[in-house]
């Protein structure tokens, strides 16, 4: 049986894939291709993370168009997905909140519907940490409220959460949602801000750091990510009416996905500017519209139920980060990505 995996050109599905082939899977990955950021990225990730395998097949097609994932699909045989497409970024929802309503929530229902009719076995899609909007309670617990959100982003990841639960409520789908705290490492999206920090100190030119640098983040290295993934993908929660993580009694189990670690915003930059033997030039700015102070995961469920261990310290994320970034920068002639 195959795996389909959506969003499989992004940071995390590249990585998805891979890992996924890597132990033996078939994989159908659907991908949009679409210009949030450089396509050239994601291209290089399919061409040199991925490769040219026999096992995987890949579709371009927007995952939010019925017609469009059905013709991707075609007669492929397959009991699990791994939902990982999105529009994703903050500060990007504000500007076009249109653009997270299609692929996140029409998409959302996709997908969902797809996992009804076929019968899967297990649907384990991505949330965020964003969820959890600015919580002054820390660690974050998956069962805390979190109907507070400080972005539209985190409205539909929310939404995606309580779509999910109506499924697996009315229909029975076995579907766990994964709520991912700042991942960063090698093939990231220039968006984020381990790219257009390293970008700017290698550049020499100021960095800006919001309010003031007085935010901390539970910054997840892809590695330990993808590994929470696939573990989450072979333990779909059971039909059985017990509580699940999360609080639902239906199939439908919730975790938090980070490193349980968080780092002040001020450590996170002196490691970049370490890494890239350069000190950085720090431009003190005001909150941002949607930013939050402080994110920390409580992964207990995880550990308990899914054997999840981050392992990977920043010290050796960031390096590792920095590393490939030269190296691709290189060897793309990628233009510097202004933000």
């Given amino acids: 049986m195959t795996v389909i995996v959506t969003g499989a050109a992004g940071f995390i599905g590249a990585h998805v894939v891979r890992a996924l082939l890597d132990r033996g899977d078939s994989v159908l990955g659907i991908d949009s291709l679409n210009d949030y950021y450089p396509v050239q990225l994601k291209r290089d990730r399919l061409a040199q993370l991925i490769g040219d395998h026999p096992q995987f097949r890949f579709a371009h097609a927007d995952f939010a168009d019925t017609a469009a994932l059905a013709n991707a699909i075609g007669n492929t045989s397959f009991d699990r997905i791994v939902h990982l497409g999105a529009q994703a970024g903050v500060r990007y929802s504000i500007e076009n909140p249109r653009a997270y309503a299609h692929s996140n929530l029409i998409g959302q229902l996709e997908i969902l519907e797809l996992a009804r009719r076929a019968g899967v076995r297990h649907l384990v899609y991505a949330s965020s940490s964003s969820v959890y909007g600015d919580a002054a309670v820390l660690p974050l617990d998956a069962e805390a409220r979190a109907d507070r959100p400080v972005s539209f982003y985190a409205a539909t990841k929310k939404s995606n959460e309580l779509m999910a639960e109506s499924y697996a409520h009315l229909y029975r789908t076995p579907v766990t949602g994964l709520r991912f705290f700042t991942v960063y490492g090698p093939w990231g999206r220039p968006d984020m801000a381990l790219w257009r920090f390293t970008e700017r ?30 573990a989450a993908l072979d333990a779909p929660p059971a039909d059985d009416n017990t509580a699940k993580p999360g609080g639902s009694h239906s199939p439908h189990a919730i975790y938090n996905l980070g490193n349980d670690q968080p780092q002040p915003l001020g450590e996170f930059v002196a490691l970049i500017g370490n890494a890239c033997g350069i000190a950085p030039i720090i431009d003190p700015q005001p909150m941002q519209p949607g930013d939050v102070t402080a994110t920390w995961a409580d992964i207990a469920p995880a550990r308990g139920n899914l054997g999840y261990d981050p392992a990977t310290p920043m ?14 920068t290189k060897s793309s002639g990628a233009e510097t990505i202004p933000g």
């Fill in 201 to 230: 100190i290698l550049a020499g030119t100021p960095l800006p750091l919001y309010n003031g640098g007085a935010m901390s983040r539970d910054f997840t290295y892809i590695a330990d990510i993808v590994a929470g993934v696939l």
């Fill in 315 to 328: 010290a050796v994320g960031i390096p590792a980060f920095v590393d490939w970034y030269r190296d691709w």
